[in-house]
């Protein structure tokens, strides 16, 4: 065993992650309907360069060939989304069966691999039509989150063993609804707070529905970091508090406990928000989990004034690197919650340096999955539940508003020729899994 993986146990899994709007392209083909990443990104501004989703790594018409990319790397498991537009296009009503058929066949292109699909139902692509209705801010998507979630285990529900719902509804709610700067792009904090409830409301049916066709690895991902204090100033404690409540809290106490926090609960009321709890609500959302899902980029420290920089080295992303606190913050998880982990994703972008014949020396990108796995693995020494490890991402992809400038993959793409290229880091990766096999 390496000093990176020290203490993870023998059956520890490893694997690649991705998401449908990042990879897949085939925008408008085979009957998919809009989701609002279509309309978000045609909106002047709202992402980099004008870019968006429509081509991306061409992932639909070259499933095949990834397929065979992600076994290449030895890993045990792939994590990918459906795209809910692609299989109900108007997010209600009948099956696209064309969509759905995209999904079977790549289920069975891992499956004879030997790789295990872990599938997210939703990675923040909702069907154009249920945001020009209301969006999550409206209850009724939450019905519509279930009735989807039956369709696509109606079709794969007798191959795919691991189930998640969604994937950090922070980012849909802050991003989508608060600050506008992921789709839909309102700025509300009242509608971004009812969308934090119908989310978890669609989460919890959704899990249900599951559960009822006999489910038994059934999870949800969010995105969560360590939030300290700058300092014993009641001003900064305060704000560590309030962005662990909006960012972990109001999520993780709701689905294990079923309630949310009290003093979330009063700051929001303080500005004049409340969430739209409907009484057995919180039974639903806190059906019992399989699995939380970590998806961990960084952490933060925080003062009555804001963030405040560590001055620690960044990645391209401006996010500063601190796998201390990736320990700290899956130690802290199974501290108050107790439930088993996996995490879902990890990785960085950095401006990768590509040598002349045409290889990606990606050294940040080493060191940086290195520490991290190894902050894993110390957590799992302190007594952290962790079960595995999904780096993120398999290949370059569309960043969101950042578009194709960030590049987060394992693999590189040549956006012009759809090229694929393993990076040094996808070669020191597949070496790590496979000394960890021998
Ligand atoms: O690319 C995203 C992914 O879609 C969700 N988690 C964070 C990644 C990096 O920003």
Not at 43 to 68: F, K, L, Q, S, W
Not at 229 to 252: E, F, H, K, Q
């Amino acid at each position: 065993m390496s000093e990176v993986t020290a203490g993870l146990p023998d059956d520890f899994f490893w694997g690649v992650a991705t998401s449908a709007y990042q990879i897949e392209g085939a925008w408008d083909v085979d009957g998919r309907g809009l989701s609002i990443w279509d309309t978000f990104s045609r909106r002047p501004g709202a992402v980099a360069n004008g870019e968006n989703g429509d081509v991306a790594c061409d992932h639909y018409n070259r499933m095949p060939a990834d397929v065979e990319l992600i076994a290449s790397l030895g890993v045990s498991t792939y994590r990918f989304s459906v795209s809910w537009p692609r299989v109900q296009p108007g997010g209600r009503g009948p099956v696209n069966s064309r969509g759905l058929d995209f999904y079977s066949r790549l289920v069975d292109a891992l499956l004879e691999k030997g790789v295990d699909p872990w599938l997210t139902l939703y990675h923040w692509d909702l069907p154009q039509e249920l945001e020009d209705a209301g969006g999550w801010p409206l209850r009724d998507t939450a019905y519509r989150f279930q009735e989807y979630a039956g369709l696509v285990h109606d079709a794969l529900g007798d191959r795919v063993r691991t189930w998640t719902t969604l994937n950090e509804p922070w980012c849909s709610t802050m991003l989508g609804y608060e600050s506008g700067r992921h789709a839909p792009g309102r700025t509300n904090f009242s509608e971004a707070m009812r969308a934090v409830h119908h989310l978890l409301l669609g989460h919890g049916l959704a899990a249900r529905e599951l559960r009822s066709r006999g489910v038994s690895s059934l999870g949800i991902t969010l995105n969560m970091g360590s939030h300290s204090a700058a300092s014993d100033d009641p001003a900064d404690v305060d704000a560590a508090r309030v962005a662990d409540g909006l960012g972990t809290r109001i999520y993780m106490d709701p689905l294990v406990f079923g309630r949310y926090p009290a003093d979330v609960v009063a700051d929001l009321a303080a500005r004049g928000v409340s969430l739209p709890v409907v009484d057995g609500d919180l039974a639903v959302i806190s059906t019992p989990l399989d699995v939380v899902g970590v998806n961990y980029y960084t952490s933060h420290v925080h003062s009555g004034g804001g963030v405040v920089s560590q001055g620690l080295p960044v990645t391209a992303m401006g996010w500063e690197i601190v796998p201390e606190g990736f320990t700290s913050l899956l130690l802290r998880l199974q501290r108050d919650y107790g439930v088993p982990l996996v995490i879902t994703e990890n990785g960085a972008a950095f401006d990768d340096l590509v040598v002349e014949d045409g290889r990606v020396v990606d050294l940040d990108r080493v060191s940086y999955l290195s520490s991290h796995i190894s902050a894993v693995a110390a957590a799992v020494r302190g007594g952290a539940d962790v079960r595995g490890y999904l780096a993120w991402s398999l290949m370059d992809n569309f960043e969101w508003g950042y578009g194709y400038g960030k590049r987060f993959g394992l693999v590189a793409v040549d956006y012009s020729s759809q090229e694929r290229v393993l990076k040094q880091s996808a070669v020191w990766y597949r070496d790590l899994i496979s000394r960890g096999r021998s």
